[in-house]
């Protein structure tokens, strides 16, 4: 009778300890499709880049004038032009310019897109940023303003509105514009250096303006080296969000009521956790509702990510 005693107590553990296993097991299990559910709706890809022509993209930008339309363009090297694709990485249309300035024709180094708030009320307009000097040797750098077109099947040929910036403390590299629909401000994030420079300038910009950028502070990020250079960055429709792109980060800030997107930008980001670097990314736009935001990478076939903002 004893050790028939003893023969239950055993069994009656091993079973605990075999159901402990199984609801250890269980557990993990649920706990990992909570995880990939979660990543799965914080991060998916769209698409891939399709055309053998987009392979060196370096910003994307989001159509107000036609849903489901974004803007890229080429790094440096590349003709005066952009592209209309969809999120799914389709190349729609060529968009080709005149960009014949100061004895240069065509442009130097493309970096940044974007589309926002122009001189004409309810009109939408693309901006391409000309701003890229990666051996400090530009005395000044253009900005290209287009009106919001309409989409064709075939290249069209665009009339530019061209804008010479220069700066008010030296030269500086810079891969990045964002365009503030409430101050009606072009803004330029410098990239080289520890602490970059923020820079403004009205929107409001005739033909062939030469205009000297206002200075607006610095903005310094707890990394090392490159890892604080800006790459990106963009402003939503409503203009109540900013994103800035570093080579490793996204970061976010909401914006407070009508305050100076220079002042948002003073105050600690909002790290998006979700973001995974995936090669040289360097371009980053809003979606229409504000509520995620596409990265964008250079090389032919390189995914279109698509991210929900964590706030």
């Not at 339309?69 to 790094?75: C, E, K, P, R, S």
């Not at 253009?142 to 910036?165: C, G, H, S, W």
């Not at 410098?190 to 502070?217: H, I, T």
């Not at 009521?257 to 956790?273: D, F, Y």
């Amino acid at each position: 009778m004893v050790f028939r005693g003893y023969l239950t107590a055993i069994m009656r553990a091993e079973n605990i300890v075999i159901l402990k296993i199984v609801l250890l097991q269980l557990f993990i299990a649920s706990a990992s499709n909570i995880l990939q559910a979660q990543s799965s709706v914080q991060r998916q890809i769209t698409g891939r880049l399709s055309s053998p022509e987009l392979n060196e993209v370096s910003g994307v930008a989001v159509s107000q004038l036609h849903p489901g339309i974004l803007y890229v363009h080429n790094d440096s090297g590349d003709s005066s032009r952009f592209f209309a694709i969809n999120p799914e990485g389709k190349l729609i249309t060529t968009y080709y310019f005149k960009a014949r300035l100061n004895g240069f024709a065509g442009v130097l180094d493309c970096e940044d897109i974007a589309v926002g708030a122009g001189p004409d009320k309810g009109q939408s307009y693309i901006y391409l940023a000309d701003i890229g000097d990666n051996f400090g040797w530009r005395s000044s750098v253009q900005v290209y303003r287009f009106k919001e077109p309409a989409l064709k099947e075939k290249a069209d040929t665009l009339a530019a509105t061209i804008l010479t910036l220069t700066y008010p403390d030296g030269r500086h590299d810079a891969e990045t514009i964002l365009v503030d629909p409430l101050d009606k401000l072009l803004y330029i994030i410098s990239k080289r250096e520890d602490s970059v420079g923020m820079y403004s300038c009205a929107l409001n910009f005739k033909n062939k303006d030469v205009v000297v950028l206002q200075k607006r502070g610095k903005l310094h990020f707890d990394n090392k080296g490159k890892r604080n250079w800006i790459v990106s960055g963009a402003i939503s429709a409503d203009g109540s969000q900013v994103l800035l792109k570093s080579l490793e980060h996204v970061y976010y800030w909401k914006r407070q009521g009508n305050e100076p997107v220079c002042t948002t930008l003073q105050r600690a980001p909002k790290v998006q956790t979700a973001f995974v670097s995936h090669g040289q990314e360097e371009g980053i736009a809003f979606s229409p509702d504000g509520n995620s935001y596409y990265v964008t990478a250079e090389g032919a076939g390189t995914a279109i990510f698509y991210y929900s903002i964590e706030k």
